[in-house]
T-cell receptor, first 112, second 114 residues
């Protein structure tokens, strides 16, 4: 069955440091991949998505993600983290059968 | 522009009671969804709708019912609440299917079943 795995439950980084959140997927064909962010007490907001084409995609709030088929990964990156980036991040994957699954999420803490 | 609005935001029920969560969207989206969010499990799809008058089961439909009588509204019902249904419930809508399109989420409804 299709699935999305986020290996890291919780990550702590210092403000100004770089960030990489990991996401692995198991889909047969090229999946549709997404990253969503959830601030405390809020719903989820789309950061970026990948369907095809350029494997490096840019999103909102300075985030980017790279699709690597050989590694079945779609990791989220940000060069310099701000305190306001503290949130929970969800990777999600969809296929042509109208299925879509979310990962379990990675909680990001930003140290001053 | 309100987007997706869920009511109520908080509710406490006793085992066996019933309740309905209401979701309203003002973006004229065809697709609407109900998810539940539990710690360490991400979001799981309960039921969804691809248009007015349609509903379909998601990953975890047992114990829930839904209705989409109007395009802008999607109701989630619990006929006989159980403690296992304690969760945060999110409604979402999208212009295209969830596998390809952006989901717009409400702020969530926290339900506790005692």
């Amino acid at each position: 069955a299709q699935s999305v795995t986020q290996p890291d439950i919780h990550i702590t980084v210092s403000e100004g440091a770089s960030l990489e959140l990991r996401c692995n997927y198991s889909y047969g064909a090229t999946p549709y991949l997404f990253w969503y962010v959830q601030s405390p007490g809020q719903g989820l907001q789309l950061l970026l998505k990948y369907f095809s084409g350029d494997t490096l995609v840019q999103g909102i709030k300075g985030f980017e993600a790279e699709f690597k088929r050989s590694q079945s990964s779609f990791n989220l990156r940000k060069p310099s983290v701000h305190w306001s980036d503290a949130a929970e991040y969800f990777c999600a994957g969809g296929d042509n059968n109208n299925d879509m699954r979310f990962g379990a999420g990675t909680r990001l803490t930003v140290k001053p | 522009n309100a987007g997706v609005t869920q009511t109520p935001k908080f509710r406490v029920l006793k085992t066996g009671q019933s309740m309905t969560l209401l979701c309203a969207q003002d973006m004229n989206h065809e697709y609407m969804y109900w998810y539940r969010q539990d710690p360490g499990m991400g979001l799981r799809l309960i039921h969804y709708s691809v248009g007015e008058g349609t509903t379909a089961k998601g990953e975890v439909p047992d114990g829930y019912n839904v209705s989409r009588l109007k395009k802008q509204n999607f109701l989630l019902g619990l006929e006989s609440a159980a403690p296992s249904q304690t969760s945060v419930y999110f409604c979402a809508s999208s212009y295209t299917g969830r596998n390809t399109g952006e989901l717009f989420f409400g702020e969530g409804s926290r339900l506790t079943v005692l």
